[in-house]
């Protein structure tokens, strides 16, 4: 909507002569943040001509509903090609969808890339045929906290900016609200790679009509993180279709647990993450071919899984006892285990947990014995353990090192093993004995 105010400008619409300085340009960031569109503001509009990125906060644009805006000159279609503005941010602001629908296609002259709208209000209907064929260079559109009329029943809005959307690669729709996503409207984003539609109120039944046959054929990155996701399976079923998905965001859903699923996910999916949703157990099945797997935040007892092209687990904030064989996963090279329940690391999988680049198990009841405390310095001292150590790792027995950090314990062969040191030492006096007899 910037650049709406700023075609108003060239044309000439407002006048602003020696009204208040509203835009602030931050020169060393080239960025220029706007206060309160209105006439008053538009003189100062000037100022943010060479920002890269253009903030709009609040404002009234009702008032311009009726302003004729025609067809754009050469001269001023040569200033906006000129332009360095790449983003343009709207926020708290209400925006009448006619004016929308007839200032958007000026935006084909800029080289604006991406346009984000936090916090404002979409009013009305706009006429959205002379975006019919229009192509825009924006690749990237978010919406943050909006508000609108329901997606269903805008087919027809959506078939006018086919040409554009088409071409669109990011697309955001957060905290709004949204229950559902037609299944035409799904179709219509041919190019798009990553969607987010975090903190809505997606249920299980929204997302098969959504990713229904056809639709984004070309995702790669989803997230629905915060939304009223509650079975495993059904959302598995709703996503099967993307077959070129890659990162799949699901934390901070409460997740149920079919333990006879036989649906099959994307075999492109590398990147999951399960965290803060409520598992008790690891979910079946998991996708084959995952590199970063993220459980953190649940309540699991116990993982054992196999899974050979695995890289990353993150299994912090769980109810573990033991640490997982790792064993099954060939390829890992990352492991976190922090603040689960537990209290040694046995000497086999020290040995294995040493091939790895990063092992985090800060904040774990730790027994001290030898081998307890043993191990971790081993690992530290190999620097594989990562954030935490030393200050993390804390003893919790027994009662003579309770409360200390484990890098101090005492873990020589003379502390921890005194008969291998007495034995070969009695061994020696006993040959000399015989030596000197």
Not at 340 to 347: G, K, T
């Given at each position: 909507m910037g650049v709406a105010v700023l075609?108003?400008?060239?044309l000439g619409l407002l006048e602003a002569e020696g009204r208040r300085n509203r835009c602030f340009f931050n020169r060393t960031?080239?960025?220029?943040?706007?206060?309160n569109l209105s006439e008053e503001t538009v003189g100062s509009i000037i100022q943010c001509l060479p920002a890269t990125v253009v903030e709009f906060q609040g404002g009234d644009l009702e008032k311009y509903i009726a302003f004729p805006i025609g067809d754009l000159d050469s001269s001023t279609i040569e200033i906006l090609g000129s332009l360095t503005i790449k983003k343009i941010i709207i926020g708290s602001v209400l925006v009448p969808e006619i004016l929308l629908a007839r200032v958007l296609r000026f935006f084909s002259y800029t080289h604006v890339q991406e346009l984000a709208f936090e916090s404002c209000i979409f009013q009305g209907t706009g006429d959205w045929s002379g975006m019919d064929g229009q192509n825009l260079p924006i690749l990237s559109l978010s919406f943050h906290n909006v508000t609108s009329a329901p997606l269903t029943g805008q087919e027809q809005a959506f078939s006018s900016l086919n040409r554009w959307l088409g071409t669109l690669e990011e697309l955001a729709v957060t905290s709004s609200h949204i229950t559902s996503l037609p299944c035409a409207i799904g179709r219509v984003f041919r190019a798009l790679r990553s969607l987010d539609l975090a903190q809505n109120s997606l249920g299980d039944g929204s997302l098969s009509p959504a990713f229904c046959q056809g639709a984004f054929p070309q995702l790669q990155e989803l997230s629905l993180h915060h939304n009223n996701l509650r079975s495993y399976h059904s959302v598995c079923e709703g996503v099967e279709l993307l077959t070129e998905l890659q990162h799949l965001d699901?934390?901070?859903?409460?997740l149920m647990v079919d333990p006879f699923s036989s649906c099959q996910w994307p075999a492109s999916l590398q990147h999951f993450n399960l965290s803060s949703t409520g598992l008790d157990e690891v979910p079946t099945p998991l996708p084959?071919?995952?590199?970063?797997?993220d459980m953190s935040h649940n309540h699991l007892h116990a993982v054992d899984i196999s899974l050979s092209s695995l890289k990353k687990l993150f299994l912090n904030q769980n109810l573990l006892q033991v640490v997982p064989s790792i064993r099954n996963y060939p390829m890992l090279d990352t492991l976190h285990l922090d603040n689960?329940?537990?209290?040694?690391?046995?000497?086999d999988e020290v040995k294995l947990l040493e091939r790895l680049q990063d092992v985090a198990v800060a904040d774990n009841p730790f027994s001290c014995s030898c081998s307890g405390a043993g191990g971790l310095q081993a690992l530290a001292a190999a620097g594989h353990l990562g954030q935490g150590w030393p200050g993390d790792y804390r003893c919790h027995s027994p009662a003579q090192y309770q409360g200390w950090p484990v890098a101090q314990v005492p873990v020589s062969v003379l502390h921890c093993d005194p008969a291998a040191v007495v034995a070969p030492v009695c061994i020696a006096l006993a040959l000399l004995g015989l030596a000197g007899a």
């Open positions: 075609l108003l400008l060239g960031q080239e960025y220029c943040m706007c206060y699901l934390s901070h859903n409460e084959p071919s995952l590199e970063v797997l689960n329940s537990i209290a040694e690391l046995p000497r």
